[in-house]
Every structure is written in structure tokens, then in C-alpha cells.
């Protein structure tokens, strides 16, 4: 099928932690997973693994430089793309 690599944050950055009650990545994962239409990738009522990388990279990435913690997070996708869920 394929490899979905998912870092919290880029080699030379630290993953914040305590936000939220999660580290700031796990936050945007699970929100993501959360019947979100923001990790819709295709606009299709479909959640796919690299639908939900791209949300997460964005929505870590956007948190983050609003509070002043620099982090962005790896995503790597190989293969073939997978939906995780449809949207309510």
C-alpha cells in the first residue's frame, strides 16, 4: 500500500509539549481525526492519511508560530493514499 512517515517536528526543532493536555502534534492529529473537514483534502467527505498529514502538518505548524514555538512537523508520504474515515 505504502509508507506514511509522521514526525512531530524537523530534526533541528524540540516537539512542544503540554498543550492541551497532548504534545502540540498529537492535538493537531486528533483533531484532524475528529470528523474535521479541514483534513478533507479533496474536498470528497473522505479523511485520508495524507489528508490528515497535510492538516496536521498545517494546523501544528500554524499553533505554534502563534505562540512562539517554532515547530514543523515531518510528513512524509510514499505509495498509495488511504481513506481513514468519511465525514458525518
Not at 503540554?18 to 478533507?40: C, I, K, P, S
Request: net charge negative.
Amino acid at each position: 500500500m505504502g509508507l506514511h512517515i509522521y514526525a512531530s517536528a524537523s530534526e533541528k526543532q524540540t516537539a512542544m509539549d503540554g498543550y492541551q493536555e497532548n504534545v502540540l502534534f498529537t492535538h493537531a492529529l486528533l483533531d484532524g481525526l475528529n470528523d474535521n473537514r479541514g483534513a478533507d483534502l479533496h474536498g470528497d467527505g473522505k479523511v485520508s492519511i495524507v489528508g490528515l498529514g497535510d492538516y496536521s502538518k498545517r494546523k501544528t505548524t500554524e499553533i505554534s508560530t502563534r505562540i512562539g514555538h517554532g515547530q514543523t512537523p515531518l510528513i512524509i508520504n510514499f505509495g498509495k493514499d488511504s481513506v481513514l474515515y468519511e465525514i458525518k
